[in-house]
């Protein structure tokens, strides 16, 4: 590419006319494709597949801009880097939305048959399943494309139903009633971890039941009388004295008429209701317990929708579980058998997905086995072999895996990987295997697809699809995820790559924060407080948002944004806009010459060559850590302050001289330095350093900052002597100019300045005149200070900035007068207002502590203008 013509730089940086253009560039170019290299370390990030349900939110861009910087840095590193893509067929969310899809347009789901739903879903998955994937790449990520799967590609079908085969054949995977998490929705059987536990407020009721051959009753407490229905005992604790008694006796169980017995059993609380519970097995975890330890009957009263079915009275039937509740509850008032009812706080589970109460629910499903699974998965995390970030969730992890229970794999849908089991017609013998059987029109195929976490799990090594390509890129580096699915996804990967790569499937996993708005709520849409990701793009650019989300989020700790926050990013980005835009002016003119590079330095080059090593040495050691915040940090402060604040200023003056050969040395540094903070942050902000790096220097077609060397630490160039000259330099700059800001002194006029000190170099004189805006500089330790001066000290350092003929004293001084009263008046009302208790006591702690800070900062205000007022009055 040829040489930049200045005048053809905008003025503005504007993302709009660069994102799309470099990453159709990287794309054309194919710069992310990976392909095997023995010369070349791997490092490989499995991308945690978004559902091709989903839309952009907030936390993808948190998690993927994270995942994108990862791999960016180790890529320029010289690692063979390798992103792979892709999308979650997503079971249940995407059954759910072609089912309504069909529906309104007057379809139904079990009309048109399983096959017939299949194509819809195909359909639907190729018109919409795309969507979230071209929406991350409006984010800048850098994934291998050609390497895009999805998890019912038929590689990866093979891949799960093979694991199934290979588990069932092991005995690790059963079938049989147990007590599940029935979604009435979505008619599925759901995880203990797709549960969502909500506080609600419910009511306690109390019921009598008559026991047979006696006037006596039995008083039980319950929160769903509905499940009464299905009662085959009445349970009270042994060491019970109220009930030992009636310990072996029956009651007549009211509405069914049915005769149960009167049971002991540890489990029940003897404190909770009357202490006697009601016992239905077929519709509580608990009770199912009881149930199997005392052989109760277990009589199940829902269908799949949670409406009653033919085990209960006629008058019941077919009508929705809550309808039923109140029935029952007036039928019991009726029959003089309700004894009361009272308020009361309890915890009901939900489906994640549905958004429904859950059915404790009697069921013939698919279970995988996990304690043998479970122990290998604990081991390497123990050992460190897999190492989290932040390690507090090892805790979390470790306590899920020493009480892990069997896996409900089975989900009753059609849209996922089917169960590769066939029963016999005649015999209802059992065939697995990854084939059917030869003279299939004798088998029929189990109904039930597998839980989406059960494909989802051997992710990690089943993106590849070649041994030669696992022996390669297995086990990955880095899982990037949140916290919420450490259960569902990250431990059940570690136990898949154990058992069936016989290694870890990742050395680190980076847990993300949760992204809350800027009161501290996690966002949703019921909140409308989660912003819209690609409008943000549209109003700040990529880079603005990926740079304030990574600044906001220090590991381990909630992110709390607002979109305005992306002014922090957008003002970042026009910094380094605007140093680039400097360097292209200056390079109109004044030839640059790479010979020249290490010739004509002066302390500030040593001190911004020192500046970039300290930078990148601590940058490393950050990105080592997984500390991403203080690595964005390290560059942020690099470019803003020490080389557009401070250098890119004090090398004018050698730029703007006569000699050609020190111009050229300087600008060449100049550009190199910045060369090097551009790739330093690209990882961050792909797109703007693309544009600079391709703007300062001429590029062939196909180069890409993306792919070029990250820039080498030199040790050797770290020198303290250089950085502590240049701080006493900027601390004796930056007093003058706060003096030039407190006594109002106009930005136009320059001061005389005068230095009590024998520290100061007769080179640094004229950096801090030109910075400072100082006409006559005088330094000498034997100076005393002038009549009506501004001074300030710096360790052993006086300086003084006489104020006569800069401002007018007299004016000055009323203003100072003015504003100490004003100032004065306004403390006494803060100190009145924190010497009330009522205002301690009722005021909330937050505005308590605003009234503090106000305080603490307007005596230091105080304090300092009346310095500089006893400063004015000084002869």
Known sequence: MSETVFSQVPKAYNPADVEDKWYNYWYEHELYHSEIDPNKKPYVIPIPPPNITGMLTMGHILNNTIQDIFIRFKRMQGFNACWVPGTDHASIATETKVTKFLEEQGLKKKEIGREEFLKHCWRWKEQYGGIIIQQLKKLGVSCDWRRERFTMDDHYYYEVIKAFVDLYKEGKIYRGYR??????????????????????????????????????????????????????????????????????????????????????????????????????????????????????QFINIFNDDATTNENVPEWLQHLDRYEVRKKVVAKFEELGLLHKVEDYQTKIG??????????????????????????????????????????????????????????????????????????????????????????????????????????????????????????????????????????????????????????????????????????????????????????????????????????????????????????????????????????????????SDISLIDKHKDFADEWIISRLNQTLLQFNKAMDEFEINNAIKLIYSFIWNDYCDWYVEMIKSRLYGDNEEIKSAV????????????????????????????????????????????????????????????????????????????????????????????????????YIKKLAKVDELIVDKNITKPKA????????????????????????????????????????????????????NNAPSEIVEKEKVKLQDWQENLKKLKEIFNNLNRK
């Open 179 to 296: 007590m599940v998490n029935w979604d009435p929705a979505n008619k599925s059987a759901i995880s203990d971890e797709e549960v969502i536990y909500k506080t609600v407020q419910g009511k306690l009721y109390y019921f009598k039941y008559p026991l047979i051959d006696s006037n006596e009753f039995i008083i039980v407490a319950t929160t769903r009388p509905e499940t009464m229905l299905g009662d085959t005992a009445v349970a009270v604790n042994p060491s019970d004295e109220r009930y030992k008694h009636l310990i072996g006796k029956k009651v007549k169980l009211p509405i069914v008429e049915r005769e149960i017995p009167v049971i002991a059993d540890e489990y029940v609380d003897k404190e909770f209701g009357t202490g006697a519970v009601k016992v239905t097995p077929a519709h509580d975890v608990n009770d199912y317990e009881m149930g199997v330890r005392h052989k109760l």
């Open 350 to 591: 939900y489906s994640e997905r549905g958004n429904v109460p859950i059915e404790p629910y009697l069921s013939e499903q698919w279970f995988m086995k996990m304690d043998e699974l479970a122990k290998p998965a604990i081991e390497v995390v123990r050992e460190g072999k897999i190492k989290f970030h932040p390690k507090h969730w090892e805790k979390t992890y470790f306590h899920w895996m020493e009480n892990i229970k069997d896996w409900c794999i089975s989900r009753q849908l059609w849209w996922g990987h089917r169960i590769p089991v066939w029963y016999h017609k005649q015999t209802n013998e059992i065939y697995c295997d990854v084939t059917p059987p030869v003279d299939i029109e004798n088998w029929r195929q189990d109904e039930d697809v597998l839980d989406t976490w059960a494909s989802s799990w051997l992710w990690a090594h089943a993106i590849f699809k070649t041994e030669e390509e696992r022996k390669y890129y297995y086990p990955t580096n880095t899982l990037v995820t949140g916290p919420d699915i450490i259960f569902f996804w990250v431990a059940r990967m570690i136990m898949a790559g154990m058992h069936f790569m016989k290694d870890v499937p990742f050395r680190d996993v980076y847990f993300t924060s949760i992204i809350r708005d800027a009161q501290g709520r996690k966002m949703s849409k019921s909140l409308g407080n989660s912003p819209d990701p690609l409008e943000v793009i549209k109003e700040y650019g990529a880079d603005a948002l990926r740079f304030t989300v990574i600044y906001l989020a220090p590991l381990g700790q909630d992110v709390l944004f607002s979109t305005e926050k992306c002014e922090l990013g957008r003002n970042f980005a026009n910094k380094i806009w605007n140093a680039g835009r400097f360097l292209l002016m200056n390079k109109e003119n004044i030839k």
């Open 667 to 766: 600008l060449t540094r100049a550009i190199s330095i910045f060369e090097d903070a551009l790739k330093m942050l690209h990882p961050f902000m792909p797109f703007i350093t693309e544009e600079l790096w391709h703007l300062i220097q001429p590029r062939k077609t196909g180069e890409s900052i993306s792919v070029s060397d990250f820039p080498k630490t030199d040790e050797n160039l770290i020198k303290e002597i250089a950085e502590n000259e240049m701080e006493f330099v900027k601390d004796i700059i930056t007093a003058i100019r706060n003096i030039r800001g407190e006594m109002n002194i106009a930005p136009s006029k320059k001061v005389n300045a005068y230095i009590k000190s024998d520290e100061v170099k007769e080179h640094q004189i004229e």
């Open 789 to 840: 001066s501004a001074s300030a000290v710096l360790r052993d350092v006086e300086i003084f900035v006489p104020l006569e003929g800069l401002i007018d004293l007299d004016i000055e001084k009323q203003r100072l007068q003015k504003e100490i009263q004003r100032l004065e008046t306004s403390i006494a009302g803060v100190e009145k207002k924190l010497s009330n208790e009522k205002f301690l």
